[in-house]
């Protein structure tokens, strides 16, 4: 499946965006989605994920629980993250990856998902 991430910008704290990822290429409802991101000079950070057909699993960093809500539409391909309140600490490149065989107990592991998009930067000024 390829993917690609659109909707990042700069945004005052407090702020909201949303960031969306479309998919083709292979039958996108099979596949677990997630939302990484990576500040500068930090190490990917998992986000949120939701899982694919058959199960219904959605997964949040404690870091935007509350704030951020991740969402999928099997039907147009895409998943979504509605970021709101955000904080000078959100800043970083988003990246949305999927995985097709993606258990739920390693939804929130970066290092499982086999296919990645190519990132979208999120600025968040205070």
Request: glycine residues 12%; contains cysteine.
């Amino acid at each position: 499946v390829q993917l690609q991430a659109s909707g990042g910008g700069l945004v005052q704290a407090g702020g909201s965006l949303r960031l969306s990822c479309a998919a083709s290429g292979d039958t996108f409802g099979r596949y677990t989605m997630g939302w990484i991101r990576q500040a500068p000079g930090k190490e990917r950070e998992f986000v949120a994920a939701i899982s694919g057909w058959g199960r219904s699993a959605i997964r949040y960093a404690d870091s935007v629980k509350g704030r951020f809500t991740i969402s999928r539409d099997n039907a147009k391909n895409t998943v979504s993250l509605q970021m709101n309140s955000l904080k000078p600490e959100d800043t970083a490149v988003y990246y949305c990856a999927g995985d097709r065989n993606l258990i739920v107990g390693l939804m929130a592991n970066p290092n499982e998902y086999d296919h990645w998009g190519q990132g979208t930067l999120v600025t968040v000024s205070s």
